[in-house]
């Protein structure tokens, strides 16, 4: 009889081993695998343009990217990963042709990359900016076979720092994120920055990516944390190298020594709104926070662009000479 009942936990307990990682398997690829079809991103309700958006103001825009696209194509730049997997990672380059030492840093967002930009690239390099872009592990021309969501990201983010100042010693640096782009800047702000760094804005970032994935498996599969949440970590430490729980922006921006603009529509369900005050109110420097009324995730920019760059330019003009 007890032969009997240890080899029914012996098998009961693989079963549910199986299960565990089966689960944080599937997960793993939904949410952070670079080579599976993020197909939940299509269609999301969460990710439809706000209606608070001009349409004639946004198909301007939309022709002045188009026409900047087209007269002011960036160079490439490579660099190799600083961990263990070597990664040759790449970067859009815009060299300005005005003289000066301004330059910004930008940071795109989930399944995006550094040439859908343009949005943001274009008004800095309008005002004399030079930029770099790049594309984050895993994402456009840079190698990766997972998606970092900031965490790794933000080291290779050192590196490009690093690639400014190589060009450009007296660089005086803005970083500037969008999404899991801001994100990564929170993220990078909470490590050993060079002087060159002088003030980082934020626009829609997440608070930790364990946050935005609770959220996001509630809304989209009405599952718990536990234990799903759990069994993906687990899996991501393994496959990836890196604990979902140890990614916090809250963390880092609470060590961070660098001037910061935060900005959120308060109509952002997809990175919900409510995050904006756990980063704001984490950080002890000098910061300010824009809130775009009724913009929905990333569109702050599409809903309201004179206060949004009104804004942009007034801080950002505090710190960079």
């Known amino acids: 009889m007890k032969k009997k009942l240890l080899i029914f936990l012996t098998i009961f307990v693989v079963l549910i081993g199986v299960a565990y990682f089966a689960v944080g398997n599937y997960f793993y690829n939904y949410a952070l695998s670079a080579t599976d079809e993020k197909e939940f991103m299509e269609d999301n309700p969460h990710l439809a343009d706000s209606t608070a958006i001009d349409p004639i103001i946004e198909q301007q825009s939309s022709d002045l990217d188009d026409q900047f696209e087209e007269e002011y194509p960036p160079s490439s730049l490579l660099i190799e990963s600083k961990d263990k997997l070597k990664l040759k990672l790449h970067a859009n380059l815009y060299e300005n042709g005005e003289q000066n030492d301004k330059w910004v840093l930008i940071a795109h967002g989930y399944t995006s990359r550094a040439d859908k930009m343009t949005r943001w690239i274009r008004p800095f390099y309008e005002n004399g900016y030079h930029v770099l872009a790049p594309d984050l592990r895993g994402h456009g021309d840079s190698e990766g076979e997972y998606i970092g969501m900031g965490w790794h990201d933000r080291l290779d983010l050192l590196q490009w720092i690093d690639e400014i100042r190589n060009i450009n010693p007296d660089a005086e640096i803005v970083l500037f994120g969008v999404s899991m782009g801001a994100a990564t800047v929170m993220m990078a702000s909470g490590e050993d920055l060079p002087s060159n760094v002088k003030v980082i804005v934020e626009d829609c970032g997440y608070s930790s990516v364990s946050d935005v994935f609770i959220y996001q498996l509630d809304d989209l599969f009405g599952l718990p944390e536990f234990p799903v949440l759990h069994a993906a970590n687990t899996v991501s430490n393994i496959r990836a190298g890196y604990d979902i729980y140890e990614a916090s922006a809250v963390k880092q921006v609470a060590k961070s020594k660098t001037p910061m603009l935060f900005i959120h529509g308060d109509g952002d369900t997809f990175v ?50």
Do not use: C, S
């Open 272 to 321: 919900p709104y409510e995050m904006l005050d756990d980063v704001y109110n984490a950080a002890q420097v000098e910061k300010e926070k824009l809130i775009i009324p009724n913009a929905a995730h990333g569109d702050a920019v599409k809903v309201d662009p004179d206060t949004y760059w009104e804004t942009v330019w007034r801080f950002v003009g505090k710190y960079i000479d």
